[in-house]
């Protein structure tokens, strides 16, 4: 069984930087690297949302219009783990963060399609 743990979340005021990690166990590196990774998040009384997703080989991004240029998936494969870099924080962008592994190769923003998850991360960002 695939188990996801993301770390990283905090309290920063606005204009401030996380940087999210989200590790996998109980799939090897190989496995893993064939997985779509993502994040999603979400804030009090909405629906989850998709953040950004990242390919099997990491040259493959995807990213809400809202973060881009501000946030950074990457990850590395050796370890599997998968990171959000977050710049520029505002406060909208306050929520629980998610970490989801796809198996299937293609790309989606749809949480229903993907399998694993984990537990979340507090984001909260002060004005």
């Known amino acids: 069984q695939v188990h996801i743990v993301e770390s990283g979340g905090g309290l920063v005021q606005a204009g401030g930087s996380l940087r999210l990690s989200c590790a996998a166990s109980?799939?090897?590196?190989?496995?893993?690297?064939?997985?779509?990774m993502g994040w999603f998040r979400q804030a009090p009384g909405k629906e989850r949302e998709f953040v950004a997703g990242?390919?099997?080989?990491?040259?493959?991004?995807d990213y809400l219009a809202s973060v881009k240029g501000r946030f950074a998936i990457s990850r590395d494969n050796a370890k599997n783990t998968v990171y959000l870099q977050m710049n520029s924080l505002k406060p909208e962008d306050t929520a629980i963060y998610y970490c989801?592994?796809?198996?299937?190769?293609?790309?989606?923003?749809?949480?229903?399609?993907?399998?694993?998850w984990g537990q979340g991360t507090q984001v909260t960002v002060s004005s």
């Open positions: 989801a592994a796809r198996t299937n190769p293609l790309r989606s923003r749809m949480p229903q399609e993907y399998d694993y």
């Open positions: 109980g799939v090897s590196g190989r496995i893993f690297s064939m997985y779509v």
């Open positions: 990242i390919g099997w080989s990491g040259g493959n991004t």
